[in-house]
């Protein structure tokens, strides 16, 4: 089992930032590649950023490429999600995932076997 404890969020204006912040225990953290995704009020779960298992390579949503950066270190077994640039339809609750595969990267929700409590990012305009 693996545990996974996002905190950083809260309320930002827009043009602001936020670091989002995931602790992960119990497995060896870098047998996991890690993802961040979101869900906005009204709104269906959806992708925002993985990272591969070293930390060597990125992948992101379309909506967020060049306004947030996923990154890691593994030796504090913690993923962040530096957020740049916020604009209102970034609000929504934010949740850390873990993905045990191999393959990589992977952007749907049911590839992720373990997920955070989420974290609330709101933005006014």
């Known amino acids: 089992q693996v545990q996974l404890v996002e905190s950083g969020g809260g309320l930002v204006q827009a043009g602001g930032s936020l670091r989002l912040s995931c602790a992960a225990s119990?497995?060896?953290?870098?047998?996991?590649?890690m993802g961040w995704f979101r869900k906005g009020p009204g709104k269906e779960r959806e992708f925002v950023a993985t990272i591969r298992w070293s930390g060597s390579t990125t992948y992101y949503a379309e909506s967020v490429k060049g306004r947030f950066t996923i990154s890691r270190d593994n030796a504090k077994s913690t993923v962040y999600l530096q957020m740049n640039s916020l604009k209102p339809e970034d609000t929504a609750v934010y949740y850390c995932?873990?993905?045990?595969?191999?393959?990589?990267?992977?952007?749907?929700?049911?590839?992720?076997?373990?997920w955070g409590q989420g974290t609330q990012v709101t933005v006014s305009s």
């Open positions: 119990g497995r060896t953290f870098t047998s996991l590649h």
């Open positions: 995932a873990a993905d045990p595969g191999s393959r990589w990267p992977r952007t749907r929700e049911h590839d992720y076997d373990y």
